[in-house]
């Protein structure tokens, strides 16, 4: 609730919805397929290497850019998946969690009266640093069913006055895989009109239909891309929070600047062991995906045996539903606990204006297959 003594810069920023509604699962003991955390944990060898981290006395501040083990692999990650080359000691910077390295970017690159352009419907990460950082939110929305952009629209945010380019892809909420030729124009944009990219890629790993294409491996952008990602979606482990940027050391340089003032160092015995996951074999990341792309699969096909109309996602471990025209798509979550015993995210939230998107709610499948199996019986009951 606000207070006579807010910040004019926090008005509109209130309790999350993930918080809201998962606060709602366990009040009711409703399944949440809403905030996106997996049910069961990461690969038993990154786990138990945090804990012998723990035991051999790694539990005090690591240098503020990251131990130098995790920043080495980091890079060799971006070489090995992406063919991307980042020097360790000045181009790789590990933060608590990809919300961190956002923020810490946005409040980096922006100032009062400067513009940034993001995709809507939009993670609420990005609008809330945006308002911290006094810039004005320009928004391009994704047109459902298939999530395309009007070129013409996009062109066209793009002023003087912008400054930085939020891009997730895949995305979240939708799902989307940004194509190849929607990034080159991102790139040409962003180079004609002297743009920062700020690239939230935390769910690289997890593209079932088409490729995911880094922003910064395409011309003109590898100098001006910040790219964050994080090991929470990769190894199912969000609750250690250890993100990463990778960028320019002219960029990485400001990024820093910002964190140092934000948390400082975070997961000091975490860090060791996110450095012994990303040099996992090629085996665990084809797992996961086939892993995840089966969920996505197990629980598409129950909501569209339920009667609801599922935009199937290329990505990410969320899907949407698209209700009626006209329904209160919040209105619809809050009361499906009570109607149906499970939690989904009402998308209308993630628009400028909430109208455009208040018929379209998102459900995770990030769960074990019996939650989402009995998820689906239960929302069968509901299918006049």
């Known amino acids: 609730m606000a207070t006579p003594h807010d910040s004019a ?4 920023i209130g309790t999350t919805i993930f918080a809201e509604m998962s606060s709602l699962a366990e009040a009711t003991g409703a399944i949440n397929l809403g905030q996106g955390f997996p ?56 933060t608590a969690g990809a919300t961190e390295a956002l923020t810490a970017s ?8 400067d513009e940034v352009v993001v995709f809507e419907p939009t993670y609420d990460t990005y609008t809330a640093a945006i308002a911290l950082a006094g810039a004005t939110q320009r928004v391009v929305t994704l047109h459902e069913p298939d999530w395309s952009i009007d070129l013409d629209a ?7 006055r912008t400054k930085v380019l939020v891009l997730n892809s895949p995305h979240n909420p939708t799902g989307k895989v940004f194509t190849r030729q929607e990034l080159t124009l991102l790139a040409e ?17 997890l593209v079932y239909d088409g490729v995911h294409v880094p922003l910064a491996s395409l011309p003109g952008m590898r100098a001006r891309t910040i790219s964050i990602s994080s090991a929470g979606k990769t190894f199912s482990l969000t609750g250690w929070k250890i993100g990463w940027a990778c960028a320019s050391p002219a960029l990485l340089t400001s990024v820093r600047a910002v964190k140092q003032h934000l948390t400082y160092v975070n997961g000091a015995p975490f860090q060791p062991a996110v450095a012994l996951g990303l040099a996992l074999d090629d085996g665990y990341y084809e797992g996961l995906r ?26 990410t471990y ?49 769960k074990r297959d019996e939650v989402l199996t009995d998820a689906v019986a239960r929302l069968k009951a509901l299918a006049p």
């Open 39 to 94: 049910d069961t944990d990461g690969p038993a060898v990154v786990l138990e290497a945090a804990v012998e981290a723990i035991r051999s006395g790694r539990n005090q501040y690591p240098p503020g850019a990251g131990i130098p083990e995790l920043r080495a692999a980091i890079a060799t990650h971006q070489r090995r998946f992406w063919g991307l080359e980042f020097d360790p000691e000045d181009e790789v910077l590990v």
């Open 9 to 12: 810069r926090l008005r509109g």
């Open 290 to 315: 086939a892993s995840l792309r089966d969920k996505r699969d197990l629980l598409c096909d129950g909501l569209a045996t339920a009667g609801l109309d599922v935009l199937r996602p290329a990505g």
């Open 154 to 160: 996009l062109r066209a945010v793009f002023t003087t």
């Open 189 to 205: 944009l962003c180079v004609e009109h002297d743009v920062v990219a700020v690239t939230d890629e935390v769910y690289e790993h």
């Open 318 to 366: 969320f899907a949407t539903v698209a209700l009626e025209p006209g329904t209160d798509g919040l209105a619809w979550c809050r009361s499906l606990p009570e109607r149906a015993g499970v939690v989904a995210i009402p998308v209308g939230v993630f628009y400028e204006d909430p109208a455009r998107g208040s018929h379209l709610v998102r459900f995770t499948f990030c």
């Open 106 to 113: 946005i409040l980096a690159f922006c100032d009062p009266g």
